[in-house]
Structures are given as C-alpha cells and as structure tokens.
C-alpha cells in the first residue's frame, strides 16, 4: 500500500513538473534555446524497509524529442545497475557513489528500467508521450 502511495506520488509529480517545463520552454522567436536538459531527475537507490533494494522515482516522464539527464545516486554497499535498452542506456554505479547518464528520448512508448547486473530486477519504467 505504502509503495502504491508513493508511485502515484512520483507520477502527480512528474507530471507537474512535465507541465511546468513545458510552459516554461516556450521561447521568444529567434532566441536560441538553452541547452540544458529538457528532463533533469536525480534517481536514488535505496533499500526499503522491508529489505527491496529499488531505485527511486521509479517512473520517468518526458515527451519525444527530449534530451533527458539523470543523476544516479547508489546510496547502497555494492555496485547496482541502471538500463533503458530503448535509449541506449546502460551504466554501472559503484557503491556510495554517483554517475550521470544523458539520452534523447527519441520514441514514444513505455519502455522497462532494469538492473543489468541483476536481470530478474525491475527498476521502473521511462513514458516518453508523443
């Protein structure tokens, strides 16, 4: 129930989030537009209490033909992967450490989020809209 809670949580956030970067990229004609990412997340691992090792938010929003940047935090003792096989991403970070990943998110779909490194893990999900 807890996790429920919390997934329906990450994903009213994100959507406010989607919606308030999508007001405010609207440029004036002619100005060049940054280039900073579109999507900018901080993604912890963490162990819940009751012992599920889980990458938190576990879903990720953008919308096609944004560039996507997520900073991996693994706040855990042993190495723990992170992969979207959609985009190409595909990173291992070291224990109490942390590692950047940048990806455009080229396709609509809902694409998994894996641990590479421990194939029966399911991280999340990544829904690029159309």
Known sequence: MLL????????AFA???LSSAACADHHAEGEAKESKPDVRLTIVNVMTPQ???IWTPESIFAKKGDTVQLRLINKLDKEHGYSIHAFGVE???AAES???VNFTADKAGIFPISCQLHPPHVAGQIVVLE
């Open 98 to 100: 942390a590692e950047t």
């Open 51 to 53: 012992g599920v090792k």
């Open 15 to 17: 959507v406010a989030m």
């Open 4 to 11: 429920k809670s919390l997934r329906l949580s990450v994903i």
């Open 91 to 93: 990173k291992v970070v």
